[in-house]
DNA sequence: AAGCGTTATGTTTTTACGCACATATCGGTT
DNA sequence: AACCGATATGTGCGTAAAAACATAACGCTT
């Protein structure tokens, strides 16, 4: 059986993103970089591990921050090992609800796919 | 009655797109052009009522054509009136689909924006 | 107090992109 | 054949975004 979107290798993409006051503070970026903060327990190492720039990765935690109440992430300098980040339970949930949601939405374009047969 | 979302000034942002081989060819922008020649019969003149360059307009359609088996837009100079842009049935199928898409998506989102709760 | 690894911040360089501008082309009308 | 309005295409400039580079600050450990 052919598969219309795969053959003809046309895709339909989605982006989901939180802004506030024009700027945008939560997206695919963010979402990712938490995660790898959790894994990493280092701001520096999460950001070489999506081949981000330290300074972008940074930037990006102080966006998070500024626009949620509850910090969602908290740098510490210095001490035994140079210092750390690490993510709080906020961060965990919105992490959660964002997979969540993106997942959601692939399933509806995945159900509505069809409609690229009108570009044949 | 308190609405989160209007209150605290955040939102859920969304796009969609269709690309093919790493080269976006439609979404919000092309949608909207589509839409305009329809109206205007003119490419430059669709181009002005988005506050579009003239180029940018064109290259749009480009696009469009080059990754669609049959044209979506056909363009005619010279003659009468210098000439003319109109949108083929094809077109208007795919303005209705992603238009329908758009708005399922907007649904989901509105459904789940509580989770906007978690950043107070 | 010296060393270490990480966070924190500024400066410079490069790249990408939009945008204005200029000009050519076409074909029906007059 | 001159005119007109729209399509078609190239070029240079300014600005903004991204990348690269440089350096400071911190606090525990030894």
């Known amino acids: 059986m052919k598969i219309d979107g795969a053959l003809m290798g046309k895709e339909i993409k989605f982006k989901i993103w939180i802004e506030e006051e024009e700027e945008k503070f939560y997206g695919p970026g963010p979402n990712q970089l938490l995660k790898e903060i959790q894994n990493e327990g280092s701001l520096s190492k999460a950001a070489g591990k999506m081949n981000l720039s330290?300074?972008?990765a940074w930037e990006m935690v102080q966006r998070l921050n500024h626009h949620s109440e509850k910090p969602l992430v908290i740098l510490k300098k210095g001490g035994q090992h140079g210092g750390g980040a690490e993510v709080t339970p906020h961060a965990l949930k919105i992490i959660e609800d964002y997979d969540i949601?993106?997942?959601?939405?692939?399933?509806?374009?995945?159900q509505q796919h069809e409609f690229l047969k009108v570009l044949n």
């Open 54 to 56: 330290y300074k972008k």
């Open 101 to 110: 949601l993106q997942k959601k939405m692939k399933e509806l374009v995945e």
